[in-house]
């Protein structure tokens, strides 16, 4: 089972209520100018709602990062598999 398959089998199979979990932000950034293929990341959280983690994100982005810095980032429930 590869990772796709095993969310669509958690997706129909577990019915675990989403407003009851925490959330995180993962950030990445690219390296590759330095370390070819190296990725780094950071987590932050835990926060209440996916919508203020995506709000978090934002404002720290701008406020302090400078541009690009932060090649992606991702919000992740607490008990998603990673």
Known sequence: MNKEEY????EE???YPEHS???????FTDTSDFNPN???YRNFGPFETKKEAK????????KYTTKGFIT???IQGLCEVL
């Open 72 to 74: 992606r980032y991702s």
């Open 7 to 10: 969310y669509k089998h958690i």
């Open 55 to 62: 709000e978090f994100i934002e404002n720290y982005k701008v």
């Open 21 to 27: 979990h925490k959330w995180i932000v993962r950030t």
């Open 38 to 40: 190296e990725l780094f």
């Open 13 to 15: 199979n577990d019915f």
